[in-house]
């Protein structure tokens, strides 16, 4: 068995009882980003000078019977929207191909104070925007199950890179399913946190009453060490919770008893392919049988998320990324007449045709005289969708959808109608509009062995229950994935 | 030509003395080497949140107590979207519809008329950059001021001239010195003001059409402003025009105002709540720390100086209306000086130099203590009010202890009678001419007399003995 297949609590393991080193892993997980990115595309940079560097101080550590920490020492990948002092941090954008941080997220702040060495930034759809990693201005990310087909996104990169052994866990950022999406179709493991429980600060902003950094895992024991590490109050982030937070692995059981699961029928109606509602249907059975009891529910307004989900997040991206103007930093237009000519084509030539949708969407809908008509309705709609889930999580300790409505899709299959691909999103945007948190666990697979996700979603800070449910399910075995079949490509990186 | 009225509304900003700026820890000092007091946060690097520094609130509540605002237990921030390179965000966060003040008054006195000021509200904001034209490659900018906390304080349409407006200024000036909130440095940009002005003939119930004049430095030229837009105004509307709606920059060298955007083309500044901050709550607790910290206000020191010092209104209120000058007046009272004497010094032989030096009260190089020494010395009679001003004039240049000056400069007076009587005796027999006309009954050649006496002792004789001495000569003669 390579070092690079396995967990990161199995190489805890490894590294406590001395039988590998954290040099000897990292390098094996060089090595396979060598074999595959070439075929894979997960990373847009690498730091392995400095992984390295990273790897070898908890190796003194070690040898001096020194404590580390649960995840030192274990090799990962960061998406590349958030800020790595010293690193490029591009968010798959040309307007920041260049551009290099001068701080560090408190995410990264946090990985480096606890030893982690960090392999390098993945890959994304442009600025988060997109459900394919199709729209990065720099490459292609390939799902590894099939490399036909998209691995997902925004974070297709930090999933690829997981599902592909290339790092053993991720950050991902998810602002209306870009873990979840992308971590059902690698089948991986996916988290997105209750919003204000991770940290934003350093997290390049798309949409900030939406946006929420999470883990991306190859299993639920791993996500729960993950969020012990990165879960936390920061005075930097005004909107970070100030509370007691629990420790997510310590209480990490593998009992469903008891749970009353809510399934909102909405969710497995119209738009769900019949091989994923097959697949969610036995899970449903799974959860029974392990003394769960699940019942149907209903959902308000889920006709009207996909509009107030685009209003809302396009209104504050708009707003968001209007910094990008060619002035201080990043991309700028060679040549330009005045200020406005200066504005226009650096904005044109620097962002891509999704962000600049998402721009005139978003500008749009805040105009003067639309206002009311379109944010304004969008904003109580949110209210709504938050009261509806606040309702039904007051019934149920988790509420279970499908994450997706198909599995992963070929590449260009959705490219040219974003409505098609904004339906990508139809499961997974409301828990964002609701700020509760949800997790995307590997279920099953369609007829092409293609992976299958279940969404559990739980109550604000509800991660506890959540991780539980998910990990019973795991446990079970129910479902175990396969891992990946990829050439290698050795040595073309 | 009909009858005219000139409707006047402000919004004036006010950049607060906080240590730090609105939402990150970089320091508010003015000047500093360009773009060295920023940060990732106040530059709008990718990726940044603000914080919110608590003590802008705090200001702004005492702004607002002190001129009888309503404190919302709600407020909250929103983004102004536009495009400028001194708008590093590309968006100012302010606040929209709930600012921290609201519905206050400011009174104010022209000719012996009290009259109430309203003001809509005061909310807090950031400053910009600053754009360096100069430089010689195009143009630079200057973030050193970006994220420096404002308030904009916003009245009503209810100043009618040009007297009420810089009335309104000085005590809104005063105001916000007293509560320390502002260094209100008008040569700095800590205040600033945009005007409204639009004019309605006499008795017309509707306001007219407004313009407003942006780029206005000063109290001064914000009167110049609102003459000339008036009277442009009338002239327009004397000749059958439509005063449109549009912003206007006055230029104050020029003395004139140029119109910059008209109402269609004014900004959509799309304003939204701003995602990254969340909710200010003002509870009652807030608001009674605040209040209690308030010192006393303006108008209730012109009462006191009324009432206990025994000061003329106009007395009171000069003094008043200057934070440094009621600090001194009051210091020096404490310091056993009296309030007439002090006042008559401040507003003044002090008040001179100030004007003649271009500086302000806040600037004045020594203390309460200085004027209380002097005072006392010329009660004494140990130096004379001439030798007084000398005193004064010694303190400006290098301020040292008013003893040592009188010593130095030898500014004693004489007192002593038989070191008087050679003086008079020499004067005397000089000014025949004088003593002969004082005979004809022309009093005034006495006060000739003692001047003459005076210069001769080099103003150290006593004048009040010189005085007494040469009206005896002259009677026995």
Redesign the interface.
């Known amino acids: 068995m390579e070092l690079y297949t396995l967990t990161a609590s199995e190489m805890h393991e490894l590294l406590k009882t001395k039988k590998a080193s954290s040099v000897e892993i990292t390098n094996s997980v060089i090595g396979r980003i060598d074999d595959v990115d070439a075929t894979i595309g997960s990373f847009l940079s690498s730091t392995f000078d400095s992984a390295l560097d990273t790897a070898k101080t908890v190796d003194e550590k070690i040898a001096r019977n020194e404590k580390i920490a649960p995840l030192a020492g274990i090799p990962m990948a960061v998406k590349d ?3 790595t002092k010293g690193v490029k ?1 591009t ?1 798959a954008s040309r307007m ?1 191909e260049n ?1 290099i ?3 560090d ?1 408190d995410v990264v702040a946090k990985l480096k104070k606890a030893d982690v060495p960090i392999l390098g930034k993945v890959n994304m759809d442009e600025f988060a925007m997109g459900s394919s990693t199709e729209t990065s201005y720099f490459k292609k990310t390939r799902n590894p199950h099939n490399i036909e087909r998209i691995p997902g996104g925004s974070s297709g990169g930090s999933a690829a890179a997981v599902c592909a052994d290339e790092a053993v866990y991720a950050l991902g950022s998810d602002t209306g399913g870009s873990i979840r999406q992308p971590s059902s179709h690698c089948g991986v493991v996916g988290l997105k946190p209750t919003y204000g429980v991770v940290s ?6 798309f ?3 939406l946006d929420q950094i999470g883990p991306i895992t190859k299993n639920v024991a791993d996500c729960a060490k993950v969020m012990d590490l990165i879960a936390g109050h920061d ?5 970070s919770f100030n509370i007691d937070y629990p420790n997510y692995s310590a209480n990490l059981i593998p009992d469903a008893k008891g749970l009353k699961i809510g399934v909102p029928r909405e969710y497995m109606g119209k738009g769900i392919s019949e091989d994923v509602s097959a697949v969610i249907k036995n899970v449903i059975k799974q959860y029974e049988d392990m003394g769960a009891i699940v019942e149907e529910t209903s959902l308000p307004l889920t006709d009207y998320y996909l509009a107030a989900y685009y209003i809302i997040a396009c ?2 991206a ?2 968001n990324l ?2 990008y ?1 060619g ?3 990043g991309y700028r237009t060679k040549d330009f007449s005045d ?1 406005t000519d200066l ?1 226009k084509k650096t904005r044109s030539e620097g962002f891509g045709d999704e962000v600049k949708r998402r721009i005139i969407l978003g ?1 749009y809908v ?3 005289g639309y ?1 009311d008509a379109y ?1 304004k309705k969008a904003q109580q709609v949110r209210t709504i969708i938050r009261n509806g889930f606040s309702d039904e999580l007051d019934k149920y300790d988790l509420l279970l959808t499908p994450v997706t409505p198909d599995v992963a899709f070929k590449f260009g299959e959705k490219s040219s109608d974003p409505i098609t691909m904004y339906l990508e999103d139809i499961c997974t945007v409301s828990i964002n509009i609701a700020g509760v948190p949800a997790i995307s666990v590997p279920c099953g697979v369609n007829r092409e062995n293609l992976p299958i996700g279940v969404q559990l979603i739980g109550k604000h800070f509800g991660e506890p229950t959540l991780l539980r449910a998910a990990y019973a399910f795991e446990q079970s075995g129910f479902f175990t994935p396969q891992k990946p079949q990829i050439k290698s490509v050795k040595g073309s990186k | 030509m009909m009858d005219y009225e000139t409707i006047i509304g402000l919004e004036v900003h006010a950049e607060l003395s906080t240590k730090t700026k609105i939402y990150c820890n970089c320091t508010t000092e003015f000047g500093g080497e360009v773009n060295t007091h920023t940060c ?1 946060i106040c ?10 520094n608590k003590k802008v609130v705090d200001y702004a509540i005492k702004v607002g107590l002190a001129t009888d605002c309503s404190i919302t237990p709600l407020g909250k921030q929103d ?1 102004k ?1 536009y ?1 400028y ?1 001194d708008l ?4 100012q966060i302010s606040q929209f519809d709930l600012p921290i003040c609201t519905n206050g008054k400011v009174e104010i006195e022209v000719d012996g008329l009290k009259k109430d000021i309203g003001l809509t509200r005061i909310h807090i904001e950031e400053d910009a950059g600053k754009l360096l034209h100069e430089a010689v490659d195009g143009t630079l ?1 200057d973030y050193n001021r970006g994220g420096v906390p404002l308030i904009e304080i916003v009245s009503e349409p209810d100043l009618r001239s040009e007297e009420e407006t810089r009335e309104f200024l000085n005590q809104l000036k005063a105001i916000l010195e007293y509560l320390e909130v502002s260094d209100c440095k008008m040569q700095e940009g800590s205040l600033r003001c945009d005007v409204n002005v639009s004019v309605r003939p006499k008795g017309q119930k509707e306001l007219g059409t407004r313009t407003e004049m942006k780029n206005v430095n000063s109290f001064s030229a914000a009167c110049r402003a609102i003459k000339y837009e008036a009277a442009r105004q009338i002239e327009a509307l004397e000749d059958g025009e439509v005063i449109s709606q549009e912003t206007r920059r006055w230029d104050d060298d020029k003395g004139k105002s140029f119109t910059m955007r008209s109402k269609e083309d004014s900004h ?1 500044y ?3 709540p701003d ?4 909710a200010i709550s003002i509870d009652e607790q807030w608001i009674k720390r605040i209040h209690d910290e308030l010192p006393e206000l303006p108008r209730a020191k012109v009462e006191r100086y009324i009432k206990i010092y025994n000061l003329s209104d106009y007395d009171a209120g000069q003094v008043a209306g200057n934070k440094a000058m009621a600090d001194m007046l009051d210091e020096a009272v404490k310091l056993g000086a009296s309030a007439k004497f002090t006042c008559n010094w401040l507003l003044g032989d002090i008040s001179k130099i100030l004007n003649d030096k271009n500086m302000e009260a806040s600037e004045i190089p020594f203390t309460a203590r200085h004027i209380a020494d002097m005072i006392s010395l010329i009660d004494k009679k140990t130096i004379s009010n001439t030798a007084g001003k000398k005193v004064i004039d010694e303190l400006f240049d290098s301020p040292r202890s008013v003893e040592q000056i009188v010593k130095e400069k030898g500014l004693a007076q004489i007192s002593d009678e038989a070191a008087l009587l050679s003086v008079v005796d020499e004067v005397l027999k000089n000014n025949e001419k004088s003593i002969a006309d004082y005979k004809k009954g022309k009093t005034n050649a006495l006060g000739f007399l003692v001047g003459q006496a005076m210069r001769l002792s080099k103003g150290k004789g006593n004048p009040q003995m010189f005085n007494d001495m040469i009206k005896r000569k002259l009677d026995s003669l």
């Open positions: 929207n958030m800020c941090t968010c920041l551009y941080p001068m701080y997220a934003r600060f350093g997290l390049v902003a949409a900030s009453s005075e930097k982030d005004s909107t209104a504050e708009s707003s209007a910094r103007d002035i201080k930093y200020l504005y500008t805040l105009s003067s206002y944010y | 990732p530059t709008g690097q990718p990726g940044v949140l603000p914080v919110l983004r979207n495009f390179p590093p965000k590309a968006y900018v959509d799309r304003y939204f995602p990254d901050l969340v």
